[in-house]
T-cell receptor, first 116, second 117 residues
Framework: AQKVTQAQTEISVVEKEDVTLDCVYETRDTTYYLFWYKQPPSGELVFLIRRNSFDEQNEISGRYSWNFQKSTSSFNFTITASQVVDSAVYFCALSEANSGYSTLTFGKGTMLLVSP | EAGVTQFPSHSVIEKGQTVTLRCDPISGHDNLYWYRRVMGKEIKFLLHFVKESKQDESGMPNNRFLAERTGGTYSTLKVQPAELEDSGVYFC???????????????FGPGTRLTVL
């Protein structure tokens, strides 16, 4: 069965530090999508990135970057030069072809606290 | 364009009472999903509607939970009778019809925080 593990429950950093949020997944499917969502204090889940299983290229978007490694079943998320506004809960998620991509399997989330 | 909306934002009820949560998806989105996050745990899938039909309700915890989507527009999730372990945040998401590519992004609402005392 599919599973997503975010081993870091909470991370605290000081502004301008770099921080990496870990995500390890399990799936028997060869075709799947991986996601990161951000949940700010306002509560909604904000989509950050989607990556399909055939695309292992790393991606950079401003201060955000993602490292997808199929060999270790990991999809880690790095924030460079963190800011207070980055404080939120971050969720990693998986969607499999076997489920018709209809359901998302989430990890438990990592709470990131960025202090000034 | 309005996003996914959920009502109420917060509900506090006593064990044994009934609560109904509402989700209004983005207009035109045929797919509607319910998820739940119990404190400190992962967000778990509850069920998936395609228009008014239940496509997958494998995540519904028990028969105290009833979801409906009459007319294929908004959806309600009723918990009757509520138990302490039902406390958590209930998220709704919607996506467009699965046309073209294999995946259509799910847009999430702000969630309803349910507290059962």
């Amino acid at each position: 069965a599919q599973k997503v593990t975010q081993a870091q429950t909470e991370i605290s950093v000081v502004e301008k530090e770099d921080v990496t949020l870990d995500c390890v997944y399990e799936t028997r499917d060869t075709t799947y999508y991986l996601f990161w969502y951000k949940q700010p204090p306002s509560g909604e889940l904000v989509f950050l990135i989607r990556r399909n299983s055939f695309d292992e290229q790393n991606e950079i978007s401003g201060r955000y970057s993602w490292n997808f490694q199929k060999s270790t079943s990991s999809f880690n998320f790095t924030i460079t030069a963190s800011q207070v506004v980055d404080s939120a809960v971050y969720f990693c998620a998986l969607s499999e072809a076997n489920s018709g991509y209809s359901t998302l399997t989430f990890g438990k989330g990592t709470m990131l606290l960025v202090s000034p | 364009e309005a996003g996914v909306t959920q009502f109420p934002s917060h509900s506090v009820i006593e064990k044994g009472q009934t609560v109904t949560l509402r989700c209004d998806p983005i207009s035109g989105h045929d797919n509607l999903y319910w998820y739940r996050r119990v404190m400190g745990k992962e967000i778990k899938f509850l069920l998936h509607f395609v228009k008014e039909s239940k496509q997958d309700e494998s995540g519904m915890p028990n028969n105290r939970f009833l979801a409906e989507r009459t007319g294929g527009t908004y959806s309600t999730l009723k918990v009757q009778p509520a138990e302490l372990e039902d406390s958590g945040v209930y998220f709704c998401a919607s996506s467009q019809e699965f046309a073209g590519g294999p995946y259509n992004e799910q847009f999430f609402g702000p969630g309803t925080r349910l507290t059962v005392l």
